[in-house]
């Protein structure tokens, strides 16, 4: 009688895996409300990011002032990250002034995860954090997919835990700069 109920209880938590709360596609976690300042340590603040990127080079937040920045916390096991990929690609191959990285967040060895963005290109640029030791100016997910926007001006903007779309990066970007 215990086997069920251990199979059952690893089945509820792998299958919570991706996000341990309820929550609906783009809600906010650390907006900053209009004239009120930030909500959150985090929100308005400008990190940095140095990270070696998975085909070997190097990726600097920091070279990508004037361009509205979407960070995406992911990994490889969860099905949300996965279908919201071709959004996010979307997205920075068709917006000059958007620019997309991909963090993977979870234990995987490097020539596993070149192996897995071969079958799945992503069309931005992608980096495996070290799960023990993640990006100290970004708050650790607590759920994945989770998606921080930066401002062309390089502060944090939004915070929003759960699924993303191309649509819903758009509302909270506003139109392409003209230039």
Known sequence: MRKPLVVTVVALLFGVACAPEPVTP???????????GPPSAAAGRIPQLK??????GNYDLAAQRGRWVVVNFWATWCGPCLKEMPELGA?????????VIGLAYEDIEPQAMRAFLARRPPGYPVAILDTLNPPADFEAPRGL???????????MAKTILGPVTRA?????????ALR
């Open 91 to 99: 997205l920075a191959k068709q917006r000059k002034d958007v620019a």
């Open 168 to 176: 819903s990066l758009e509302a909270e970007i506003g139109p392409p």
């Open 51 to 56: 990270i070696r990127l998975v085909d070997g």
């Open 145 to 155: 997919p989770m998606t921080v926007l930066i401002r062309p001006d390089g502060h």
């Open 26 to 36: 783009a809600q906010p976690m650390a907006a900053a409300p209009p004239g009120n």
